[in-house]
C-alpha cells in the first residue's frame, strides 16, 4: 500500500495524504516566529518555528501512515527574510524525514502535469480588472489630492527653499497615491450586474480541488488546495 504525504511547506503549511493514489486526508496548520530579523532571537526563533513545522508533520505523517513525501520546491521570493525562514523549515523538515522517500517538484511542473494555466479569457478578464480599478484610482487620487490641498499649502509655508519644497510635494504626492491605491483596492468591479476578481494560480488551484473533488475550499484555503494538487501530480506522474 502506498502512502505519500504532499507538503506545501510554510509558516502556513497545507499537507495532504493520498492512499494508494486517493486522497485520504488533508488539512493545513499554521506556527508563526517569535518576533522577526529584528528579534534578539534571530535566527534562532526562525530555527525553533523550523523545528515545530518538522515535528508536526512527523507527527502528522505517523498518525497517517505516509512513508513516501512529496514536497513542492522553493521559490524564490521578494524578502529576503520570508525566504531565509523557508529554507530553515525545508532544512528542518528534510532532516526529520530523512530515513524515508522524499521527493520535489517545482510548482511549475505539478501545475502543467495538471494543466493548471491562465486562460486568454482568464487574462482578458484580468486587463479588464486592473484598467477599471486604474480608472477608480486616478478618481481618488483627484479627489484626495483636492481635499487635501490645503495640507499641502500649509507644509509648503515650511520649507526654506526649493529644494525643500520639491521634498515636501513628492511626499505628498506619494501619500496620496498610497491612499488612492488602498480604497480603489477595496473597490468592487462587476461585470454585467455581477462582482468579479482577479484570477491568479492560487483560485486556478482551489478552482480545481472544487471541481474534481466536490469540495467548497475558499481562496484563503489556497495552502491545501496546493498541497491535494502537488500530490495528484506526483501520484500521475509516478505512475505514468
Known amino acids: 500500500m ?3 504525504m ?3 511547506l510554510s ?3 497545507g499537507w495532504a495524504v493520498f492512499n494508494d493514489g486517493r486522497l485520504k486526508n488533508y488539512g493545513t496548520f499554521e506556527f508563526k516566529a517569535e518576533g522577526d530579523y529584528k528579534s534578539p532571537h534571530y535566527p534562532l526563533n526562525y530555527l525553533d518555528t523550523a523545528q515545530k513545522i518538522s515535528q508536526e508533520i512527523e507527527r502528522l505523517a505517523r498518525e497517517n501512515g505516509a512513508h513516501e513525501f512529496v514536497i513542492e520546491q522553493l521559490n524564490l521570493g521578494r524578502s529576503v527574510h520570508h525566504q531565509k525562514i523557508l529554507e530553515w523549515i525545508h532544512c528542518c523538515v ?3 524525514l530523512k530515513s524515508a522517500k522524499v521527493q520535489y517538484l517545482s510548482t511549475g511542473e505539478w501545475r502543467k502535469i495538471l494543466g493548471l494555466k491562465l486562460s486568454s479569457e482568464h487574462r482578458s478578464l484580468n486587463k479588464h480588472i486592473n484598467a477599471e480599478r486604474a480608472k477608480v484610482r486616478k478618481k481618488i487620487e483627484k479627489e484626495l489630492s483636492q481635499a487635501w490641498k490645503q495640507e499641502l499649502s500649509d507644509s509648503l509655508r515650511s520649507a526654506n527653499n526649493k ?3 520639491n521634498s515636501i510635494t ?3 504626492e506619494k501619500k496620496v497615491k498610497s491612499a488612492a491605491a488602498r480604497q480603489a483596492g477595496s473597490v468592487k468591479i462587476k461585470i454585467d450586474g455581477q462582482v468579479v476578481g482577479l484570477v491568479n494560480e492560487k483560485n486556478l488551484s482551489v478552482n480545481y480541488v ?3 473533488y466536490n469540495m467548497n475550499l475558499l481562496k484563503k484555503d489556497n495552502d491545501i488546495a496546493d498541497a491535494i ?3 495528484e501530480a506526483y501520484v500521475r506522474k509516478t505512475n505514468a
Do not use: Y
Open 2 to 4: 502506498s502512502v505519500i
Open 6 to 8: 504532499a507538503l506545501d
Open 11 to 13: 509558516t502556513s503549511t
Open 94 to 96: 528534510i532532516n526529520r
Open 163 to 165: 529644494r525643500e519644497a
Open 170 to 172: 513628492k511626499k505628498f
Open 210 to 212: 472544487n471541481q474534481n
Open 229 to 231: 494538487c502537488l500530490g
